[in-house]
């Protein structure tokens, strides 16, 4: 379950994320389980307002006969009929209570196929169900060309060829684009992908015109005249193309095409040293902006709450739950040393990095990025540690590796702090985070000089 804020944090998230996937141009969006977490309403509302459709054939109100989105979408390419469908995997019992229902696959993809057959050349399935059972789909149905599957995990796929449905799948959080061309023709019969020597021709061709595109953009017809290097690209793009069309020429009289349709899939990696797109990259700072605001206050909230309880309790100027802490300012007069290596580390900036983005109010990312008793997500989030963090404990502090030593800094000879070790690290320094992380060697960087 989502607490209030996380609810409202997802929505606008979700808001943003709507907005940016208009702006690129998207057409059909296939509803999973997970979007409806916000309830129906506010799917409705995003769908409106950014001008998307949202298909899903099988998710149906209690009351009422008719889906609570359209079931496909009729959209065409060139000359080409496409049909666009949505199917909704099972949300386990994410939907209880919340006045509508998914009907298997079973029960109505073959009316839905039945209905689209006859208006289209053809037929692409958005699923949000698991492989497993979208392999089943593929098996029952070659009338189903392609099927996107989302929300899988799983990563990249290259398609697969399962009786004349292609299934294939992007890795999620918009890491990768896939990008599949196609080669459609009224055999509607896919053949062997195109022989690896066509591609890498037919991506060369891509790359140059890409170029040429760029060039004319920048420049003047007449500049471009006098401009060697476009002329360069000209005359690769004249040869390229003569290439391909013999390397056609010679498949076909090999037999080899026959008259099936083709396709080439590829995987682009969106790194971030890509440059940014302005207009979506305003769209997502504007977001990241406003779900910091929703956080920030509501962490404002709980700091009232239990600024409240506290003053029966309190005996230093933290918080309760972290009445054992010390914070980096009060090793200082002691361990000098310790202290000013420690503030040239990126530890001591760790808060003011998720500052710079916005994000210093996002649970998420704090726990990594402050100095608590424990890192554990559960119990942060139980003892309400996240949403009281002191200036002194911004950051990831002496204590987050020696642990809370506010008795030590009292009475230092009675209570010594403990020494770190790879477990400490491991808690933050995780495979998704830093893929990078060896211990002998990190160890190192981050050690306080001895006394
Ligand atoms: C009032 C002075 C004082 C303050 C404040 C103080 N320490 Fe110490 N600390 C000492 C002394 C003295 C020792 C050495 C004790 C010994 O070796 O018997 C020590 C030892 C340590 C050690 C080494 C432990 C070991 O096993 O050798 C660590 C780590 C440490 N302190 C961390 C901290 C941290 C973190 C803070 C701030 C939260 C802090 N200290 C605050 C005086 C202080
Ligand atoms: C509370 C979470 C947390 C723990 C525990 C933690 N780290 Fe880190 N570490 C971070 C974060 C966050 C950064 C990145 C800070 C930034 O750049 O803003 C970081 C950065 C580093 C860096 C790069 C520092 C630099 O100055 O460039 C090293 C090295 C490192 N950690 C090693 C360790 C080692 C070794 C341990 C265990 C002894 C450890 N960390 C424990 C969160 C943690
Ligand atoms: C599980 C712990 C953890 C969580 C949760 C976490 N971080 Fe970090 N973060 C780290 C560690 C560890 C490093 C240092 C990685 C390294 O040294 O390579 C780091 C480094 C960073 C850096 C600087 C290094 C870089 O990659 O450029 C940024 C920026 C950052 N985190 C942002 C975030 C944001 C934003 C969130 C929330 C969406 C977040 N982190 C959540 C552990 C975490
Ligand atoms: C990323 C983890 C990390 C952080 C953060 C960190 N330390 Fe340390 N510290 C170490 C390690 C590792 C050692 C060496 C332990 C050993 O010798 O086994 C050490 C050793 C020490 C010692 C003992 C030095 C000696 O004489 O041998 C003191 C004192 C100390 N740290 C204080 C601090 C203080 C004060 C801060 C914050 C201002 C701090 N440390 C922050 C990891 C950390």
């Not at 690896?196 to 500049?223: F, S, V, Y």
């Not at 409240?308 to 914070?327: C, D, S, V, W, Y």
Request: with cysteine.
């Amino acid at each position: 379950m989502l607490t209030a804020t996380a609810e409202e944090a997802a929505k606008r998230t979700a808001q943003g994320i709507a907005r940016a996937v208009s702006a690129m141009g998207t057409r059909a969006v296939g509803i999973a389980p997970h979007d409806l977490a916000a309830g129906l309403p506010f799917l409705k509302q995003l769908e409106r307002e950014n001008n998307l459709s949202f298909l899903s054939m099988n998710l149906y109100p209690n009351r009422g006969t008719t889906p609570v989105f359209k079931p496909y979408l009729l959209t065409r390419a060139g000359t080409l009929k496409i049909a666009i469908l949505g199917l909704t995997g099972n949300p386990g019992n994410m939907l209880q209570d919340k006045g509508f229902h998914i009907l298997p696959w079973q029960s109505i993809l073959p009316k839905i196929l039945q209905e689209v057959e006859k208006q289209a050349d053809m037929i692409i399935l958005l699923s949000s169900e698991p492989r497993r059972v979208n392999e089943e789909i593929a098996r029952q149905f070659d009338t189903i060309h392609i099927l996107f599957q989302s929300g899988q995990g799983g990563g990249n796929q290259p398609p697969v060829n399962i009786n004349n449905t292609l299934l294939c799948q992007t890795e999620t959080r918009g890491k990768s684009v896939g990008f599949l061309q196609i080669n459609w023709n009224s055999s509607k019969t896919w053949g062997k992908p195109i022989p690896t020597q066509l591609q890498k021709e037919q991506n060369r061709l891509d790359r140059i015109n890409w170029q040429i595109g760029r060039m004319q953009k920048r420049n003047t017809e007449q500049a471009l005249a006098k401009n060697t290097q476009f002329q360069q690209l000209l005359n690769n793009k004249a040869q390229s193309e003569q290439a391909i069309q013999r390397m056609q020429a010679q498949i076909e009289s090999d037999g080899q095409a026959q008259a099936t349709c083709s396709y080439k899939n590829s995987f682009i990696a969106l790194k971030a040293s890509m440059p940014e797109d302005r207009s979506i990259k305003a769209i997502v700072d504007q977001t990241r902006r406003e779900v910091n605001q929703i956080n920030r206050k509501a962490q404002q909230k709980r700091k009232k709450q239990q600024a409240g309880k506290r003053q029966t309790t309190g005996n230093n100027k933290f918080p309760e739950p972290l009445q054992e802490m010390a914070g980096w300012p009060a090793c200082k007069k002691c361990h000098h040393e310790q202290t000013s290596f420690y503030l040239s580390t990126n530890h001591a900036k760790a808060w003011q990095t998720l500052a710079d983005l916005d994000q210093q109010y996002n649970p998420d990312c704090l726990l990594c990025h402050v100095t608590l008793p424990t890192y554990d997500s559960g119990q942060a989030q139980e003892k309400d540690l996240l949403s009281n963090i002191p200036l002194e404990l911004q950051g990831v502090g002496c204590e987050t590796c020696h642990g809370p030593a506010r008795k030590h800094s009292k009475m230092p000879e009675s209570v010594l702090p403990a020494k770190p070790d790879q477990d400490i690290c491991l808690q933050c320094h995780t495979d998704q985070r830093d893929k990078n992380f060896i211990y002998t060697e990190k160890i190192q960087k981050i050690r306080c000089p001895a006394g």
